[in-house]
């Protein structure tokens, strides 16, 4: 296939956007979890959305009356739901002695439950629109349409832009959450504003990615940007380009390769950005920290050998 | 003006008393500060020292108990009051370079949504070279010494330009390079009138950095002039040692 031929497709065109958009929201706001070490946070609140975006389809179906495929009713009950689950780990771990890796682990599954639990109960009624419902446990990138696409920008720009107007605040309390305090800036307001963009992050790729893997978009990107950057905004761009160029790459591959689903070829070409940095980065990775240190030792050697 | 307001001491603590879980770590703490001194809170490890500042900040909630700086609560003073946490509280592989956490010292001023611009990047670099960490500016904060990187925070300390710091451990992990550079600031702060409050671990030279010391011991020892507060009898009984050891030789 040419790319030209790819191109004139509109199935073919919106899987290659709207993946590439989620990459880059998803891979430019993960920074900030990995850097307040939270990166699995995002594994919470896929697994969450899950419940969230069921109670929101049976909500609309049975309460309004509407159609259950509307996708800000979904995104909102998922964006609402995730955002309990991440103030619900935290505050387990605040106030017990559970840790919040235990308590993320807890949240996440019970949260989960609950929404096996609801998509049990859709999938033996009658509900209209029920349709593409388990796409949200493992995703189809191929039902992306046009209004899903313009979605994904709105609220994933939305997310981008809280993060530039709040980077002073972002930073400052990522780097010393004590410090920002004292300086005057409530821990609970950033925090949530914090939060709530790593939700939106996370959730708008539920239905092309699904919640298994979303955590990926998040995580890997951040990971492997780290390795080449030393600056925090850097870090932001760099991990958003990395994204949405595997998210890019992954979704071509798939669509050219035939029959392959997406959102695990993506992971798998975002992996891959992941190895080439942790193994070739300047500074910090595997191979050139080796190389320095067989370099530095040889001239040593030479230096303390000498007559 | 720095000094233009009641004129009372820099800070005030009424029977503050802080838990953490069932453990009581500060027992009815009543502790002034006066202005324009070096204060040192002395005592053993588990005293109370740390916790002391973190609840006068409001980092730690209190059981009981008020503080006030210059008369007033912390909420409508921050700008006055400064902070410099123990460097071990932060993760060094953050990916920022020196220049930028010193920054950071100006955004209490700035407020929500504004961002600094040049006064406050001329600021940060006068504190960077007020501690002699100027060519140190563009490095990753990573790649610093122990010294250097107590030396990054009292720089984003001082480019507040509060009236009143506040320094835990100061003087921690320091190599005797930093620790001269960071005497000098105190001293220069002392001159300009403002006061400091650090967190000391070393008795041997409380004389020599600090004009008042507390001693503390979940409740307060003493407090008041080095002369009158840091006496043999005051620091037997803050680190609850018997008499007779001659560990107190220094202080005579």
Not at chain 1, 50 to 66: E, I, K, N, Y
Not at chain 2, 145 to 169: C, H, I, K, N, T
Not at chain 2, 176 to 197: N, P
Request: one cysteine or more; proline letters at 5%.
């Amino acid at each position: 296939m040419t790319p030209a031929e790819f191109f004139a497709d509109h199935t073919f065109r919106m899987v290659l956007f709207g993946t590439s958009v989620i990459g880059l929201v998803a891979g430019a706001l993960g920074s900030f979890a990995y850097l307040r070490k939270q990166s699995l946070i995002s594994d919470v609140i896929s697994h969450a959305a899950l419940p969230g975006t069921l109670g929101a389809f049976l909500f609309t179906v049975l309460v309004l009356g509407a159609d259950g495929r509307s996708m800000i009713a979904l995104l909102t009950g998922a964006v609402l739901v995730g955002t309990i689950s991440v103030l619900f780990a935290n505050h387990v771990a605040r106030v017990s002695k559970i840790r919040i890796d235990t308590a993320m682990a807890i949240t996440l599954t019970i949260f989960f439950g609950a929404g096996m639990l609801l998509m049990r109960i859709i999938t033996d009624r009658p509900f209209p629109g029920k349709g593409g419902i388990q796409d949200y446990l493992f995703g189809n990138a191929s039902v992306i349409t046009y209004a899903d696409l313009v979605t994904s920008i709105g609220v994933g720009g939305l997310a981008l832009v809280l993060m530039v107007v709040f980077w002073k605040e972002f930073a400052l309390r990522t780097f010393d959450a004590d410090h920002a305090s004292v300086l005057g800036f409530g821990a609970r307001t950033i925090d949530a504003l914090m939060f709530g963009t790593i939700v939106i992050a996370t959730i708008i790729g539920l239905k092309a990615v699904g919640l298994v893997l979303m955590v990926a978009f998040v995580v890997t990107p951040p990971a492997a940007a780290r390795q080449w950057t030393r600056t925090l905004p850097g870090m932001v761009t760099l991990s958003g380009l990395i994204g949405a160029a595997g998210s890019g790459i992954g979704a071509y591959l798939s669509i050219v390769l035939g029959d392959v689903p997406t959102g695990p070829l993506i992971v798998l070409t975002l992996f891959g950005f992941f190895v080439l940095s942790v193994l070739l980065a300047p500074g910090r990775s595997i191979v050139t920290r080796a190389l320095e240190r067989a370099r530095a030792r040889r001239r040593l050697k030479a230096e303390l050998s000498a007559p | 003006m720095p000094l233009a307001d009641d004129g009372g001491p820099a800070a005030r603590v009424t029977n503050l008393s802080v838990a953490y879980r069932t453990t009581p770590v500060l027992r009815r703490v009543d502790l002034d500060v006066p202005r324009g001194v070096v204060m040192g809170v002395v005592g053993p490890n588990g005293a109370g020292k740390s916790s002391l500042i973190k609840a006068m900040l409001g980092l730690v909630p209190p059981l009981a108990g008020e503080v006030e700086f210059f008369g007033r609560p912390l909420a409508k003073v921050r700008r006055r009051v400064g902070y410099m946490p123990q460097s071990a509280t932060v993760d060094w592989d953050f990916p920022t370079t020196v220049r930028d956490v010193v920054t950071m010292g100006t955004y209490g001023g700035l407020g929500w949504f504004r961002r600094p611009g040049r006064p406050e990047h001329e600021r940060a670099e006068e504190a960077m070279a007020q501690t002699g960490i100027d060519a140190l500016a563009g490095r990753q904060i990573g790649e610093l010494s122990g010294g250097q990187r107590q030396r990054v925070f009292l720089a984003r300390a001082l480019v507040q330009a509060p009236d009143l710091y506040f320094m835990d451990e100061p003087f921690q992990g320091v190599d005797a390079k930093s620790q001269q550079a960071i005497v000098a600031v105190l001293h220069l702060l002392r001159e300009q009138g403002r006061t400091v409050v650090i967190v000391h671990h070393d008795l041997a030279t409380v004389r020599d950095y600090c004009d008042h010391v507390t001693l503390l011991n979940q409740r307060v020892i003493a407090s008041g002039p080095v002369a009158e507060a840091f006496t043999k009898e005051h620091i037997r009984s803050a680190y609850e040692v018997a008499a007779g050891d001659d560990f107190l030789e220094f202080t005579a």
